[in-house]
């Protein structure tokens, strides 16, 4: 099989753009069997793509009174339903005999069109990650079904004589309204501190009347110069040369610089410059590190928050923010991943926050990287991406390298006299008794830190009590019934967890198996053993564990957060939750329990997961008073990943990452896609999969792996296998698993297969 590499994109390193091959696809055919005369076809025939999981787009009439262009939403027929599309393109050569038998489009919304560059965009993302348009097309069209006229909402306001029975609730009331302006309800209620019952009242006594005030605005205008901030030479030098980028075309900057150097405060520059030119700007990040903290730092510099695009916001606002977006109303707009895909009327800046981090890759659905398509989405826009990180993703870092993105390296405030000094503990030789999980001498440290009024951060990249929960008297452990993997033990929830598939159940008071009763034995570390055990070790300390599945709502989150700032927690026993950019004003410890965890997983990208995890945690010490100190427990203190941070020697680790990949053909100097296969029972999944790699074309570039079974061999009780092709990086791999998804066999009912282009995740 020949294949086209003259098309080949490249998000592991993006030198050349083109729109990869796809097959024309109009639906024609599904029409031409039959011969029909017709003679009055002059109609305008459209194609419309529809957001569900579809390649193709359906054709249909346009009615002129709609004047129908290219973007234009619309209402069409499908089947027995009317369901919302896109007009993605004209259909330039309909077929003459088959136009009566199209139905007519049934309505155009009133929405602001899909710019050109947002449908090239869609098109180029499903052809490059191999999802259905229709579905990339739906990450666009996420408004939800709320975008109708907007809500009013109530208001009151002082309107005649006060009552005649005044309480103290009453009173307070008045006082808020006395300057006789609106306010809404909910809201003046709040800041009187009363009830609504209370305003109701006064409503029905003739004190105050009701009135509708306009919906709040998504998010007011910020200003490019409310704050300009005070710089160092440095970071005025990187803040200009965005500012110039930002007027500019499309180019990819790499802002490098750890928490402290101003990295934030730099990257509002280039926001400052889009949004005096009139321009909107998308930051991205992961939705873990979108908090309070992070919108105030933007209200700071620019007067107002941004507009949010989040997993948690309401449908409303859901919809009311895409609208603002696509018309222009909204100029800077703060979100996670899902926010690439929004219809900006003129996007002018991506930021793409923490570039390294691994929430940029969504593994369900469509599965695409982020920041990869961030730069994509750039080019085609002809705008400018600004990547900015402390630890670059190792193809951000070779792409640097070799001069495809610039690099602005910001140095730390204070000359790097803030970087913790960092120990390891040998655990194989000074570990802590059995059944515990500090060393002596972390021991011992936190205890100087807590005499010294300081705070010590213990991390550990686990949830719950303990990963396995197993019967002393008979062996028995404790294993999801849907999926390969051991129950994992939460005593604060009173339930066993299934991490994969979120299966629970309470503990049972005996063992299931031999009826033995006080016969369970806790296996490994949690956050929540960990905090039995500090509890225990320094009596008296006030500890706090920060862990995602222990806090609910973005709020406590915040409540947390503002806790520790003030100095109000001890000690932090923390999972990952910690490392995405909080400042910590008064911790000068940070103790690492598990250094090891994440390295030993058959992963490609093991060590620099842990590399960036760790140096980010250990970062967190010492941020202010310049006495920081870290300390790593590991098995294996000659490993590069722990040598080269003990050292603070990031060089040395990218030099020896980079050239193992170089050696072994990773990424990004190959290309990888996975196929996972799964079925309900394991020989379905098993002979699908071997039927399929039996399919793959013959291709001497490429290697295709497998079928191995999935380090996670069944998730949600589905049976996994898979398989793994791999490619010099020249080679377009998107279109050599198209050419074998075309040659396939048929999978049986039941079995699934989803195609992952630069998988991350190898489970
Ligand atoms: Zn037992
Ligand atoms: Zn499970």
């Not at 199209?102 to 090239?120: F, G, N, Q, T």
């Not at 499903?126 to 006229?149: Q, W």
């Not at 008296?540 to 222990?550: C, H, K, N």
Request: with cysteine; hydrophobic share 40%; glycine share 8%.
């Amino acid at each position: 099989m020949s294949l086209d590499t003259s098309c080949v994109i490249a998000p592991l390193g993006v030198s050349f753009f083109n729109t990869p091959n796809r097959p024309q696809d109009h639906n024609k055919k599904d029409h031409d069997k039959k011969d029909r005369d017709n003679k009055a076809m002059a109609k305008r025939i459209v194609d419309v793509l529809i957001p569900v999981a579809l390649d193709h787009a359906y054709s249909y009439r346009a009615p002129d009174q709609f004047e129908l262009a290219p973007g234009d939403l619309v209402r069409v027929p499908l089947g027995t339903r009317e369901c919302m599309g896109v007009v993605w393109a004209d259909n330039a050569a309909p077929n003459p005999r088959l136009d009566n038998r199209l139905k007519d489009v049934a309505a155009k919304l009133d929405i602001p069109p899909l710019r050109p560059e947002l449908r090239k965009f869609v098109d180029w993302v499903s052809a490059y990650t191999l999802s259905s348009r229709g579905m990339v097309a739906r990450m666009a069209l996420r408004m939800g079904e709320h975008l109708g006229p907007e809500r009013l909402q109530v208001g009151i306001r002082l309107a005649g004589p006060p009552p005649e029975r005044l309480t103290a609730a009453r009173r307070s009331v008045l006082r808020l309204l006395a300057d006789g302006l609106a306010r809404g309800k909910t809201e003046a209620a709040h800041e009187a501190g009363v009830s609504i019952a209370v305003i109701n009242g006064l409503v029905d006594e003739g004190t105050l009347e009701v009135l509708e005030l306009p919906a709040a605005p998504v998010a007011s205008a910020p200003d490019p110069t409310y704050a300009v901030p005070d710089f160092t030479a440095a970071q005025a030098g990187a803040g200009a040369a965005l500012r110039d980028a930002v007027r500019g075309g499309f180019s990819v900057t790499l802002l490098d610089g750890v928490t402290g150097s101003g990295k934030t405060e730099v990257y509002f520059e280039a926001v400052a410059e889009a949004v005096a030119r009139g321009r909107q700007s998308l930051i991205l990040m992961p939705e873990i590190a979108l908090t309070g903290q992070f919108l105030d730092r933007f209200a700071a510099r620019f007067g107002v928050r941004p507009a949010e695009w989040h997993s948690q916001l309401n449908p409303r606002r859901r919809a009311r923010t895409w609208h603002a977006i696509a018309t222009g109303e909204v100029s800077v707009v703060a979100g996670a991943r899902s926010a690439l895909f929004l219809p900006y009327a003129d996007l002018g800046l991506i930021v793409v926050d923490e570039e390294h981090d691994g929430a940029y890759k969504q593994e369900d659905g469509v599965h695409y990287h982020a920041r990869d398509m961030a730069v994509v989405r750039g080019h085609i826009a002809k705008i400018p991406v600004v990547l900015a990180s402390a630890t670059p993703s190792i193809e951000t870092e070779v792409n640097v390298r070799r001069g495809r993105y610039r690099r602005l390296h910001l140095p730390e405030r204070f000359g790097g006299a803030h970087l913790p000094a960092i120990e390891a503990i040998d655990l194989t030789r000074e570990g802590p008794p059995r059944g515990r999980f500090v060393a002596p001498r972390l021991a011992e440290a936190v205890k100087i830190a807590l005499e010294r009024k300081e705070q010590a951060l213990l991390f550990l990249n686990r949830r719950g009590y303990a990963p396995l929960t197993l019967c002393r008297a008979c062996g028995f452990r404790f294993s999801c019934p849907n999926c390969d993997a051991w129950l994992v033990d939460h005593r604060f929830r009173r339930q066993l967890v299934c991490h994969h598939c979120g299966f629970f159940t309470p503990r049972p008071p005996s063992c299931p198996k031999c009826q033995a009763s006080d016969s369970f034995v806790a296996c490994g570390p949690g956050v929540e053993r960990l905090e039995e055990e500090a509890g225990a070790l320094f009596p008296g300390a006030r500890i706090l564990v920060l862990s995602s599945d222990l806090i609910v709502t973005a709020e406590r989150m915040r409540e947390e957060l503002k806790e520790i700032a003030e100095g109000r927690v001890d000690i932090i026993i923390g999972t990952q939750l910690v490392a995405k950019g909080h400042h910590f004003p008064r911790l000068n410890l940070v103790g690492i329990v598990d250094a090891d965890l994440g390295l030993n997983n058959g992963d490609p990208r093991a060590a620099e997961r842990t590399f960036q995890l760790l140096h980010q945690v250990a970062g967190r010490a010492g941020r202010e008073t310049g006495r920081g100190h870290g300390y790593l427990q590991t098995h294996q203190p000659q490993h590069p990943v722990m040598r080269a941070i003990v050292a603070g020697d990031r060089e040395a680790f990218y030099a020896t990452e980079i050239e193992a990949r170089e050696r072994t053909g990773y990424p990004p100097f190959g290309r990888l896609a996975s196929l996972i296969i799964s079925g309900p029972d394991r020989p379905s999944a098993e002979g699908f999969a071997r039927r399929l790699a039996g399919a793959a074309p013959p291709a001497e570039a490429v290697r295709v792996l497998g079928p191995a079974e999935a380090p996670i061999a069944v998730i949600r009780g589905r049976h996994r296998f898979r398989l793994l092709a791999k490619a010099p990086r020249s080679l377009d791999l998107s279109g050599y698993v198209r050419g074998w998804l075309a040659r396939a066999p048929k999978a049986e009912t039941g079995v699934r297969l989803e195609v992952d282009i630069d998988p991350v995740s190898f489970l």
